[in-house]
């Protein structure tokens, strides 16, 4: 039986079509965030969170349920009953041979970037008011490095054993420190595809 730190490192892993394609919508993408970050919510205390309205999140959740990424948790009835996600992950194909499949996972692919950098300029218009202590250790910036493909694949194993550390607090609020706030920590890193290998990298603020 996995215990508790293992299941909240726990990843779903998408391969059929449909399930991608359900999951590249920016409000589903929200209430799996809100579930994996605040826990168990109605679909009433996710229409506040997000701004929609409850019939929205409740249709929505339903989706996601019918996918296999959220479940119903104890307690409550219809749109007062909690949703819960099934896992704190969901891994997509990194290689897809099945032409539907590379669509639907590119699809999500595309509409995640967008999720990330929408949430990363809510940042940047606010970083100016944000305390000094924040504005430092944010970070913001590239490199750009010659690497094979197993150094690359060795250097993200090796980030997210760092970042590992930090994880059992997302689920369990009585591990954080005073003054630790949520921190979307995005790992990108691809080969450059059609530019000079000089061309805008090396920005660190």
Same mark, same amino acid.
């Given at each position: 039986?996995?215990?508790?730190?293992?299941?909240?490192?726990?990843?779903?892993r998408?391969?059929?079509?449909?399930?991608?394609?359900?999951?590249?919508?920016?409000?589903?993408?929200?209430?799996?965030?809100?579930?994996?970050?605040?826990?168990?919510?109605?679909?009433?205390?996710?229409a506040?969170?997000?701004?929609?309205?409850?019939?929205?999140?409740?249709? !929505?959740?339903?989706?996601?349920?019918? &996918?296999?990424?959220?479940? =119903?948790?104890? #307690?409550?009835? %219809? +749109?007062?009953?909690?949703?819960?996600?099934?896992?704190?992950?969901?891994?997509?194909p990194?290689?897809?041979?099945?032409?539907?499949?590379?669509?639907?996972?590119?699809?999500?692919?595309?509409?995640?970037?967008?999720?990330?950098f929408?949430?990363?300029?809510?940042?940047?218009?606010?970083?100016?008011?944000?305390?000094?202590?924040?504005?430092?250790?944010? !970070?913001?910036?590239?490199?750009?490095? &010659?690497?094979?493909?197993? =150094?690359?694949? #060795?250097?993200? %194993? +090796?980030?997210?054993?760092?970042?590992?550390?930090?994880?059992?607090?997302?689920?369990?609020p009585?591990?954080?420190?005073?003054?630790?706030?949520?921190?979307?920590?995005?790992?990108?890193?691809?080969?450059?595809?059609?530019?000079?290998?000089?061309?805008?990298?090396?920005?660190?603020?």
């Amino acid at each position: 039986m996995a215990s508790e730190s293992e299941r909240h490192r726990a990843a779903t892993r998408l391969t059929d079509p449909k399930a991608l394609r359900a999951l590249a919508h920016p409000v589903r993408l929200a209430l799996m965030g809100l579930l994996r970050t605040e826990g168990p919510l109605t679909a009433t205390r996710a229409a506040e969170l997000t701004g929609e309205s409850s019939g929205s999140t409740s249709f !929505h959740l339903r989706q996601l349920a019918k &996918y296999g990424l959220v479940e =119903e948790a104890a #307690g409550g009835q %219809g +749109r007062e009953r909690p949703w819960r996600s099934v896992e704190m992950f969901t891994d997509l194909p990194k290689v897809a041979r099945d032409p539907k499949v590379a669509a639907a996972s590119g699809l999500l692919s595309s509409v995640l970037a967008d999720y990330y950098f929408e949430d990363l300029s809510r940042w940047l218009a606010v970083r100016d008011d944000e305390p000094e202590d924040w504005q430092r250790a944010a !970070h913001f910036g590239d490199s750009l490095v &010659y690497l094979t493909a197993g =150094e690359l694949d #060795g250097l993200r %194993g +090796r980030i997210h054993e760092l970042v590992d550390a930090y994880l059992d607090r997302t689920a369990d609020p009585e591990l954080r420190p005073p003054g630790a706030r949520l921190v979307s920590f995005l790992h990108i890193a691809h080969p450059r595809i059609g530019a000079g290998p000089g061309t805008s990298g090396g920005h660190r603020e």
